[in-house]
């Protein structure tokens, strides 16, 4: 794949290729990589193209969108290792990215030898995970859910399991190492694997670790049904820190991937790459442990800042700001790069305001600027839990500072108890309307669909079509159909076509390696997702939309609802033909 040049004029596009929009994993980094963008002057084409199968050279295959990206089409590659190379595994992955080895080339998430890759380190997680179960909740009957055999980061992390079980003196019991696949489901299975067909007695179990959350939250589910108390009866810890992990019944003890660091640094260094930069071939994050109920922690924990004993400070103020440098940085690195759409300076707006209310001087300043940062995070699209962690950093500095003047403490535990409540009643107000919002768009998305499998109006559709996806928040889009029933062709029919900026009439064709037609293609949008239409494994068509604010499940459901849709207009279309034919023979 020779390395393209963008037209004059125009930003170079690097290509991002990943399985699934709706997994919060990669919908986490695409939206991080979305933002960084924008401000590294390149535009993403996010390619949906789904797991790679050992026959994913077939043209009808799930991958077919891959095998039409084209040279010409991006200048760079990244690349989402781990997700993509679950099946086939990493050797197999390697092999089938040698199709882009002559652009600048960013495997993410699973290093991959010979290539550039920014990887995730989980062996130190998991193993500081089963010391917390042993150490801290006194737990030896330890479960583990594992991830497919052929993906290296659930091997590293199972490794890491049996490793850490030694360290500790604690020997190895096959019968509770479970196989899991990496979706909920598995994770439910798991449990029933465990003490139905194994027959292991309830109470020989103490706690399961699952090498990633989905599988973490099967694992609550199926403890829930057989009526087992987490973390009573048995301690459980996902992997990851996907938004789900914070809503679960109890909250999720995890390992945090850092993946707004991931989606970053990509963008990066594949920018880097692709302006001729020297860069090393690995850069590897580290993961931290964020303890949550169930694992039998009570109180949620923070941040890992440690606050070294040393010398009593004399006066709370003077402590204060001997440290307030050690506190914004502390501030910053908690925030783990999220707080993007709070703008510069919140972290000396906060503590500010927080002083402000410890020297009386007001009742509400500090709650006032968290809510005022609340609301910013919320509109830039940041996930509002981010605030858990700068409110624990703001403690225990506050607590250390304060540790002579009692009063000063009470004072700040009551302030910070008011605002851990301010985040609560932000977080599930914010569930609530993300679940609301998504059963009322997809509800319409579907009624203006449904028009398609009726009526051979093309024009009628479309303008529902726009009216339903702009609720959704996407103001650019292209909807293509294969111009032959079963295959992949080289035209996509224009079912539909919109960008809120340009006025176009809607083309006939256009060709199916541009994933949609010019002007939807060349919109100023930082990131263009396109996901492929298939219903029950027959290729239909493409789908192409500007990344915009709705959750990622609503881009998999529009593209769920769209195949159904696309498939009855195309039996509509082959039923009018028959009967127009049968009219001619009579």
């Known amino acids: 794949m020779p390395v393209s040049q963008p037209t004059r004029g125009a930003r170079p596009r690097i290509g991002v290729l990943f399985d699934v929009i709706e997994d919060e994993y990669q919908s986490t980094i695409l939206r991080t990589m979305a933002r960084t963008s924008g401000g590294a002057g390149v535009q993403l084409l996010c390619i949906a193209g789904g797991l790679l199968e050992e026959q994913s050279d077939h043209p009808s295959a799930q991958n077919f969108l891959f ?62 995970a089963v010391s917390h179960l042993v150490e801290a909740h006194r737990r030896s009957r330890i479960a583990f859910v594992r991830g497919p055999a052929s993906s290296v980061d659930a091997e590293e992390r199972y490794d890491a399991y049996r490793e850490a079980l030694q360290e500790h003196g604690l020997a190895l019991d096959s019968r509770l190492v479970l196989d899991g696949t990496y979706n909920r489901e598995s994770g439910a299975s798991a449990v029933k694997e465990l003490f139905d067909a194994r027959r292991i007695n309830v109470g020989a179990v103490d706690a399961i670790m699952a090498a990633n959350d989905y599988m973490a939250l099967g694992v609550l589910d199926g403890l829930r049904e057989r009526g087992l108390g987490v973390p009573g009866d048995i301690s459980v810890t996902g992997f990851d820190d996907i938004g789900s992990s914070k809503h679960s019944a109890p909250p999720l003890t995890t390992i945090r991937q850092p993946l707004v660091a991931l989606g970053r640094e990509g963008v990066r260094r594949a920018v880097s790459l692709l302006h ?84 009386k001087q007001s009742d509400s300043a500090f709650l006032t600027a968290l809510d005022r940062l609340l609301t910013r995070l919320k509109l830039s699209g940041s996930d509002p839990s981010t605030c858990q962690p700068v409110l624990g950093v703001l403690r225990q500095a506050v607590l250390f500072c304060s540790s002579g003047e009692p009063n000063v403490r009470a004072r700040a535990e009551d302030i910070l108890d008011d605002a851990r409540t301010l985040v609560t009643n932000w977080l599930v107000e914010a569930e609530t309307s993300r679940r609301l919002e998504m059963v009322r768009y997809i509800h319409g998305f579907s009624v203006a669909t449904s028009s398609l499998m009726v009526t051979p109006d093309l024009t009628a559709f479309r303008n529902d079509f726009v009216r339903s996806l702009g609720l959704l928040g996407i103001s650019t889009f292209s ?108």
């Open 67 to 128: 095998d039409l990206l084209q040279s010409d089409s991006v200048q760079a590659v990244i690349a989402l290792s781990g997700s993509l190379g679950n099946r086939v595994g990493m050797p197999a992955f390697a092999r089938w990215a040698q199709r882009y080895a002559s652009a600048p080339f960013v495997a993410l998430g699973v290093p991959v030898p010979g290539m550039h890759s920014v990887s995730v380190s989980g062996r130190a997680g998991i193993r500081a």
């Open 276 to 359: 001729g930069g020297n860069e090393s071939l690995s850069h590897v994050l580290d993961t931290e442990i964020v303890r949550r109920r169930s694992c039998g922690c009570l109180r949620v924990d923070m941040t890992g800042t440690s606050w070294q004993p040393g010398a009593q400070p004399r006066t709370f103020e003077l402590a204060f700001v001997e440290r307030r440098a050690l506190i914004i940085a502390e501030l910053s690195r908690s925030a783990q790069g999220a707080f993007v759409g709070a703008g510069a300076g919140w972290e000396e707006r906060l503590i500010s305001a927080l002083l402000q209310d410890l020297k």
């Open 479 to 586: 909807v293509g159909l294969f111009t032959e029933p079963g295959r992949v062709t080289e035209h996509c029919r224009c079912i539909a076509a919109y960008d809120h900026a340009t006025r176009f009439a809607t083309p006939k064709t256009f060709l199916a390696r541009d994933f949609g037609p010019p002007e939807v293609m060349g919109a100023p949008a930082d990131a263009l997702i396109v996901q492929p239409l298939v219903f029950h494994g027959e290729p239909l068509g493409i789908a192409t939309f500007a990344l915009g604010s709705a959750d990622g499940v609503m881009y998999g459901q529009v593209r769920e609802i769209l195949s159904a849709a696309l498939k009855s207009f195309r039996l509509a279309e082959q039923l009018r033909e028959l009967q127009a034919q049968l009219a001619k023979g009579d």
